[in-house]
């Protein structure tokens, strides 16, 4: 599974959204390691879009993540950073510098619990995140770029909204929402 998880977590009340049966996001992304990324690939897709005031929340999607979805490769989270003002492109550069040196420290704190549930690989591979430097990737999602965006979509294998969240889910919430598709 592809997974973010980024700066301390936070308890939430979780916010679910009615989500329409008929929403697809079919979306390929590059992320900040230069992957390309789609959401209609066959893998179930957690994203999580956030500014900088949502990190927090982030990483606590990313601590409730199920066990079953960890390493398996028919799960992927992706988080997607939303800047709220226009960067220029050397500026953008080192943003994305910064954020693959967070992931790597993320990447590290995820494989203690691959290591605890037995999972031989480098946790740091499934940790992605796409830079959004100019709102593209969160109107793509019918988001508008703001200071308090943060969304969760669960994506089924070929880009379907399963369910969508503007708060960090309860576990058993996201563990179900996972578990349909």
């Known amino acids: 599974m592809k997974m973010v998880v980024l700066v ?77 003002k226009k960067h220029t492109k050397p500026t953008r550069m080192i943003l994305s510098s910064l954020i693959r040196r967070r992931l790597d420290s993320e990447g590290h704190r995820l494989q203690n619990r691959y290591d605890k549930l037995k999972i031989a690989r480098n946790a740091r591979r499934d940790v992605s995140a796409v830079a959004d430097f100019d709102g593209t990737i969160a109107k793509q999602l019918g988001m ?27 576990a058993d919430d996201f563990s179900a929402a996972l578990k349909q598709n």
């Open 8 to 84: 301390a977590g936070a308890l939430c009340i979780s916010t679910c959204l009615v989500a329409a049966k008929d929403q697809n996001f079919s979306l390929n992304l590059v992320d900040v390691d230069g992957n390309t990324l789609s959401t209609a690939d066959g893998r179930v897709t957690i994203i999580v879009l956030t500014t900088q005031a949502g990190i927090d929340k982030a990483r606590a999607v990313g601590d409730r993540t199920p066990e079953f979805c960890l390493g398996n490769p028919e799960y992927r989270m992706i988080t997607v950073l939303v800047f709220e």
């Open 144 to 170: 508008e770029p703001g200071a308090g965006l943060f969304q969760i979509f669960v994506l089924g294998k070929n880009g379907e909204l399963i369910k969508q969240w503007s708060d960090v889910p309860s």
